[in-house]
């Protein structure tokens, strides 16, 4: 197995936890950082400018994006503005729709070729990868993100539906396939084997890279002494 510091796919730290992110950071195979209101809801951000500059400051030389909030598309790009204003690393969040159902495809356009970096988020059909690979074509860099692990909770296997974005995405040299909500760790490497370009990965998938590459026959004699502990700790008796 190789490590993760020898694969070619690019780990971004997916998160909100300003600390975590500061720690992360020092770490050579992190790359990148991206975050999403969810994510910020749940740690507990309050106020989104002041979060984004002192996030900035953590990620430093690396990537990072933040999302547009609004879901008017004309304000939508009036916000895309501003955030792309915040640092030359910083990418903006665009989804592929809006909540109408209403597609971002001329907004992601008239962005990209303006100069704003657009992370193009919540795709799931290899349809979106076509309209919106074509949209950012020749544009400033960009990244086009589908959320695999999305996919896999409907019972489809994303790796091929990845592979197949992965060659779509081939007409816009400008742009990187993101790897969007893995599920675990595993899909690190399976990102890496189909050549996505990048795959985000939460702050408590992060926690379990030490197990990497782990002895399988050492790592089973400590899951028999953690039910063992377990149960001693609790005090149950037969």
């Not at 489809?156 to 040299?173: G, I, T, Y």
Request: charged content about 25%; proline content about 3%; some cysteine.
């Amino acid at each position: 197995m190789r490590r993760i510091d020898e694969l070619g796919v690019k780990i971004f730290a997916d998160g909100a936890d300003l600390e975590s992110m500061q720690e992360l950071s020092r770490l050579p195979f992190i790359k990148g950082f991206t975050t999403n209101t969810a994510l910020m809801r749940k740690a507990g951000v309050g106020e989104y400018r002041d979060f984004a500059r002192r996030a900035i400051d953590a990620a430093g030389d690396r990537d990072i994006s933040f999302s547009a909030l609004s879901d008017d598309i004309d304000e939508m790009e009036r916000q895309a503005h501003e955030i792309a204003g915040w640092g030359e690393h910083v990418y903006v969040k665009i989804p592929v729709t809006n909540t109408r159902g209403e597609s971002c495809e001329d907004l992601v356009r008239r962005l990209a070729h303006s100069g704003v970096k657009v992370n193009v988020t919540a795709m799931l059909s290899l349809a979106q990868v076509r309209v919106m690979a074509n949209a950012v074509a020749g544009g400033a860099p960009a990244t086009v993100s589908i959320f695999a692990g999305r996919v896999a909770d409907t019972g489809r296997d994303p790796v091929p539906l990845m592979a197949a974005a992965v060659e779509l995405l081939r007409v816009a040299s400008n742009a990187e396939l993101i790897w969007a909500s893995p599920r675990e760790l595993f899909n690190i490497f399976h990102a890496d084997a189909i050549g996505c370009h990048i795959i985000t990965v939460t702050h408590d998938l992060l926690a379990k890279l030490p197990l990497v590459g782990r002895d399988l026959e050492q790592y089973s004699l400590e899951t028999v002494k953690m039910f063992h502990d377990e149960a001693v700790r609790a005090g149950y008796r037969l």
